[in-house]
Structure formats: C-alpha cells, structure tokens
C-alpha cells in the first residue's frame, strides 16, 4: 500500500469528473451520530465535494467547510445549491488551520486524514475549541501496516490524543462502505463521538 504525501492538486484530479468521488449521500456513521450532537456551529475537517455538510445543512446546523481542494469545494457548493441549503466554505490547508477556543458546537472529521504531525495539532486543540457539551463526530481509515501510527492510526492512539474528551462511543473494526466509487467494499475504521464535559 503506498502512502504517499498526496497535495492538493492530487485531490483537484480526483474530484475533477462530474460524479461525487464518494457520493453524493452521507456518511452513515455521521448520520448515526449527528440527532446526538447539539445543533449549532460545525466545522467539517476536508469536507471534501460536500456530502456531509449539506445534510448537515439540511438538519439545520450552520455550517463550515474547510478543504484544501479547490475544485472540493466547488462541487460542494453546487451540491448545497442543488439542495437549496447554505454552507460556508473555506479554502485552507489543515496544516495552516487553528482550531479557536470555544468556538464549535460539533467538529466532524470525516475521512480527513492529514499527516501525522497535522493530525495531532488539531487533536490536541479540539478540546478547547469546542464549546461545553460540544461534541467531535470522527470516522477514519486504520492501516494494518507500518503506517499504523502515521496517517491511518488505531483507535487507542486516536482516543489518546482527543482526551479530555470524553469518549460516548468508540469502535474499530470491519466494515462495508458504500460511498461513491473510492469508498468500495470491506475496510477496518475508526468511529468516535466524544463530547466535552
Ligand atoms: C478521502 S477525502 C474525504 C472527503 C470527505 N471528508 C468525505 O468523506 O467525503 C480526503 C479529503 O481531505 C482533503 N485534505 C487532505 N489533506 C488536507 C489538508 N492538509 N488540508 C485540507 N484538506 C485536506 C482532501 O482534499 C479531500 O477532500
């Protein structure tokens, strides 16, 4: 399996055709997780071409969008715009974002899977930035290899680095996706919702 470092412009192709690389509908796990979470401000980790944060949108949450794809970002305002809904869009690389204290209701990461060190930064600011009762709705890819603890970690690291949350429900294991033509068939993943107490 390579892992290697993937920029932008990486993701600009991959999001370039006209289909959702990885559909037009939600996450399961998010949509699981989300009539959990209190409505108010969410910000989306890599939200990617927009599917999570329009059925955020359609749930009433205000919603942010942070990528560093261009292109992403493009299709998800339009798939906002198809669903008559209102998402704020931001143009960033996670490795430039500051996560500011006491400011989200809801942080979802959602097969945002930066680099380790980048990973990490915003792990250990999460707790901060959410407001009292906030909650982080986190799915992500586990590697079975070497890059266990880099870009794909297990969910004991993962838990490590979002304490002082506390932890509602976490599980690592097998699963099916369904999720555009990326997202096909069985992969080990990490779920987590974790609130501030
Ligand atoms: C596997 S896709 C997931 C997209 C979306 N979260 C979803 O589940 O449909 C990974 C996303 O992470 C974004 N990404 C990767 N590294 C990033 C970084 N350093 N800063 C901002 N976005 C990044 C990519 O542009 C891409 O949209």
Redesign the pocket.
Known sequence: MSHEK?G?RY?DDR?SKQAY??GEAP?DFLVWAAPQVKKGKVI??????G??AVYLAQLGFEVTA????SV?LAKAQALAEKHQVKIECVL????D?QLEPNTWDVVVS??????SP?RQRLNAQLASSLKMGGALIHESKVSEDEDASGKYPGIALLQREIAPLHVSFAHQGSRILA?GS?HVGSHTTAQILAFRV
Request: no cysteine; proline share 3%; net charge negative.
């Open positions: 993937k932008s993701w999001f690389a990885y996450n989306s980790l890599s939200e990617g071409e599917r999570n942070v990528d560093f794809s992403g960033a690389d996670l490795n974002l959602v097969f945002s899977q930066p680099e980048i999720e990326y």
